[in-house]
């Protein structure tokens, strides 16, 4: 069950007390549920533009109702062909980096007519924006948080602080939030999910000026580590075991570890031992 954001609970197969289906997002209702590229879900269930994984339901669960979405590093197009699917989207720009997942997004445009509504576009990160698209929402996920981080520092120019930024990196999520805090982006919702076996992190920033976070509320998560959910305290009770082995074999290491290194892992774990405690 992910550590889920009240404003944002949708509709996605995941019905649970634990979800307060009245504050559900207009948008989204249907019955899609997971993906993830080329691979099936946990359920062994094919994964598609209609199916998609838990991961990438909860994404478009934050996207708001009838976005002009921007999704960055689309692959084969799933989300934002979900979305203007189930009429939860005005319009869409899926950009990608790579000639393989261009020609796979537009593919999945062009079998579900949806050209008029979604332009595929070969661009690298932000540039895939253009000015007359009026971009309300920008999703970049399925990547590492450092990437994520180095395409809006890159893209900076098409910011412009209305946009709803809807983030899933696959770790780096410290330095993703310090770039967030530094541009002036709040927190406005994060979210836990586990799949597959991975813990995915989902955060949603909105401009907001000056914004300020601790630096253990840049490594948890602030809104995460307010909440403290079972997930969240699982994840980090996994994680403890596995940085303190990774602490004591640098300890015991027989060439010498950079002390930088060392002390950077023995905070984190003092971090995750504190915040359990
Ligand atoms: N967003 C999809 C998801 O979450 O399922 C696809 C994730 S896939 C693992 C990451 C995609 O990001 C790849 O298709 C890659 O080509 C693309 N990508 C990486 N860097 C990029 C960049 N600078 N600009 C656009 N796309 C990029």
């Not at 946990?42 to 996207?63: D, I, P, W, Y």
């Not at 770039?179 to 401009?207: P, T």
């Not at 601790?214 to 998560?221: C, R, S």
């Amino acid at each position: 069950m992910p550590t889920i954001c009240r404003e944002a609970a949708v509709n996605i197969g995941l019905r649970s007390n634990a979800f307060e289906m009245s504050a559900i997002a207009r948008q989204n209702r249907g019955p899609i549920r997971m993906q993830m590229p080329d691979a099936g879900d946990e359920k062994g269930r094919e994964l598609n533009e209609q199916t998609l994984s838990m991961r990438l339901e909860r994404v478009a669960a934050h996207v708001p109702a009838g976005a002009r979405l921007a999704d960055i590093g689309s692959d084969h197009g799933y989300l934002p062909v979900a979305l203007v699917r189930r009429g939860a989207i005005e319009m869409a720009v899926a950009g990608e980096v790579a000639m393989t997942p261009y020609r796979a997004a537009e593919r999945t445009v062009s079998e579900n007519d949806l050209q008029s509504r979604i332009s595929v576009r070969l661009a690298d990160g932000l540039a895939a924006i253009e000015a007359g698209d009026r971009i309300t929402a920008i999703s970049l996920c399925g990547m590492g948080g450092e990437t994520i981080r180095n395409i809006l520092d890159a893209g900076k120019a098409r910011l412009n602080g209305e946009q709803r930024l809807i983030l899933q990196p696959n770790g780096g999520e410290q330095p993703l939030r310090l770039w967030l805090m530094n541009n002036g982006y709040q927190m406005r919702c994060e979210e836990l999910l586990r799949e597959n076996r991975f813990d995915y992190e989902i955060i949603v920033a909105e401009f907001a000026g000056t914004v300020s976070y601790t630096p253990q509320e840049l490594y948890f998560g602030p809104l995460l580590l307010q909440a403290r959910s079972a997930a969240f305290l699982a994840k980090w009770q996994r994680r403890l075991g596995h940085k303190q082995r990774t602490l004591n074999s640098l300890r015991l290491a027989s060439r010498p570890v950079p002390e930088d290194k060392v002390q950077d892992l023995a905070q984190q774990v003092r971090w995750i031992t504190e915040m359990l405690a």
